[in-house]
């Protein structure tokens, strides 16, 4: 049996960088490994896929029509069969070293569950954008708080992860939800692991061009999926309050989910989008925050929904708008 399984969901049956993504695995260093490409692309296989699935023994594809993102990762999850699970978008790519540098870690670090490598953002053309990291080969142990020190550090995504699967369990993505299901299945994931390892060396090259799923589509977009990002933050806040974690992993939790509330109700007002249920849910869930914790946050929640439309003539255009979101995307690194 292989050590690795590597879960590469497919749903673009004409994706420009399949080839690319796969061939940087097929030139790893480490070499035992199955690439699990699950296309699920809706109405008919991809051929690209089905082609490159037939360059190397090692890739193992799989057609399940139009299951989505996470239930095609929970398939690849329940299919594995290494001892390591890792995942990988289909527009990205890997170094050379991706695997051998990961799999490394568990040497050095015995007790560790995760080992997660730096990232580097990379244009539509390949070409280096910015690195997450100084590129030394340090090891750090987050051996406390993982939650916590993740949030802070920006890394909850599949990416960049090597993970045992038996830390996984029964955890799975959820299926009902299209934006940040990886933000929950990974807390949830932190949470009940005792050790994890950061190595410093950009191993995961993510790719940033126009048809990404991460780049901000404007206001159709947002309407479709505001809700279930809040869904996210308070499903976050909840089991973060319910695991008793320490008071600065529930108040981070708790800002996250203020935040969330606010900039979706008063996103709203910047598209222009009809003040509808949703406004209100928004605001009895912001209220009923700040009433747990965080007294400056429920000051600030209760002003800005009391004038949304203030917010919006003063922030909004800052905060809300796609060049706005692409300056802090950049900041960001």
């Not at 029509?65 to 095609?72: F, L, P, S, Y």
């Not at 994890?196 to 126009?210: D, G, N």
């Not at 973060?240 to 008071?247: I, P, S």
């Not at 009433?291 to 203030?310: I, S, Y």
Request: proline content about 4%; charged content about 25%; overall charge positive.
């Amino acid at each position: 049996m292989p050590l690795i399984s590597v879960i590469l969901p497919h749903y673009k049956k004409n994706d420009p960088y399949l080839s690319e993504c796969v061939s940087s695995f097929l030139q790893q260093t480490f070499s035992d490994f199955e690439l699990l490409l699950i296309d699920n692309s809706q109405g008919s296989h991809s051929v690209l896929a089905e082609r490159v699935s037939s360059t190397d023994s090692r890739i193992i594809y799989v057609y399940k029509d139009g299951i989505g993102k996470c239930a095609a990762r929970n398939f690849g999850i329940d299919m594995a069969k290494g001892k390591f699970i890792c995942f990988v978008d289909s527009d990205d790519y890997v170094k050379p070293n991706y695997l051998e540098a990961l799999l490394s870690v568990f040497d050095r670090f015995p007790n560790a569950s995760i080992a997660i490598g730096e990232g580097e953002r990379v244009d539509e053309n390949g070409v280096p954008l910015s690195s997450f990291s100084n590129a030394n080969g340090e090891y750090t142990l987050i051996s406390s708080n993982p939650y916590y020190a993740f949030c802070n550090a920006g890394r909850i995504g599949p990416w960049e992860h090597l993970i045992l699967k038996d830390t996984i369990g029964k955890l799975r993505f959820n299926e009902t939800i299209r934006t940040m299901e990886d933000r929950l299945f990974f807390m949830e994931l932190y949470l009940n692991v005792r050790e994890m390892v950061i190595i410093s060396l950009p191993l995961y090259c993510y790719r940033t061009s126009p048809d990404s799923d991460t780049v901000f589509q404007g206001a159709d977009w947002l309407n479709a999926t505001h809700l279930e990002r809040l869904f996210v933050s308070n499903r976050i806040f909840e089991i973060v309050r319910n695991k008793n974690a320490e008071k600065m992993v529930r108040d981070k939790a708790l800002k996250s989910a203020i935040a969330s509330c606010l900039s979706y109700y008063c996103g709203m007002y910047s598209f222009r989008h009809p003040i509808d249920g949703k406004a209100e849910f928004y605001r009895k869930q912001v209220l009923s925050y700040s009433k747990l914790e965080q007294p400056f946050c429920g000051v600030a929640a209760r002003a800005t929904l009391r004038f949304p439309r203030l917010f919006y003539v003063f922030l909004g255009r800052w905060l809300f708008s796609p060049k706005a979101r692409q300056r802090r995307a950049k900041k960001r690194g």
